[in-house]
Nanobody, 126 residues
Framework: QVRLVESGGGLVQAGGSLRLSCAASGRTFSTYAMGWFRQAPGKEREFVAAITWNGGSTDYADSVKGRFTISRDNAKNTMYLQMNSLKPEDTAVYYC???????????????????WGQGTQVTVSS
C-alpha cells in the first residue's frame, strides 16, 4: 500500500498552466507505476496520463497529448503533471493513482489501479 496526496490545483484562465504534484509515502514508491485521472461533475473518472516505475514509458489520453507532461522524481517520492494550454474542458478534480505493475497496458481504466489520492480541483475559466 502507498498513501498518495495531490497538490497544485487551482483556478487558472484558459491558455494558462498549472503543475500538479502527487506525493507518496513509503520506501517503495519507485516500484509503482503512477497515473493521473480526472473527474468532472456528472462524468466518469477518465484517464489522463501514466508513467512506468522508472519513467521509461508514458501514456497520454488523446485529449491532453501535446499539452500535458507526466514525470516523476523517485528520489523525492513525487510524481508531477505539467499542464499547459489549459482549456475550460480540462476543469475537473484530478486524482493520482499508483499500482505495482511493470508496464502500462490496460491501465487506462480506473478500476485497474489499486491506490488513490483524495484529489485536487482544477478549474479553467474561459
Amino acid at each position: 500500500q502507498v498513501r498518495l496526496v495531490e497538490s497544485g490545483g487551482g483556478l487558472v484562465q484558459a491558455g494558462g498552466s498549472l503543475r500538479l504534484s502527487c506525493a507518496a509515502s513509503g520506501r517503495t514508491f519507485s516500484t509503482y507505476a503512477m497515473g493521473w485521472f480526472r473527474q468532472a461533475p456528472g462524468k466518469e473518472r477518465e484517464f489522463v496520463a501514466a508513467i512506468t516505475w522508472n519513467g521509461g514509458s508514458t501514456d497520454y489520453a488523446d485529449s491532453v497529448k501535446g499539452r500535458f507532461t507526466i514525470s516523476r522524481d523517485n528520489a523525492k517520492n513525487t510524481m508531477y503533471l505539467q499542464m499547459n494550454s489549459l482549456k475550460p474542458e480540462d476543469t475537473a478534480v484530478y486524482y493520482c493513482a499508483a499500482d505495482r505493475v511493470p508496464i502500462l497496458s490496460s491501465k487506462r481504466t480506473a478500476s485497474s489501479w489499486s491506490n488513490w489520492g483524495q484529489g485536487t480541483q482544477v478549474t479553467v475559466s474561459s
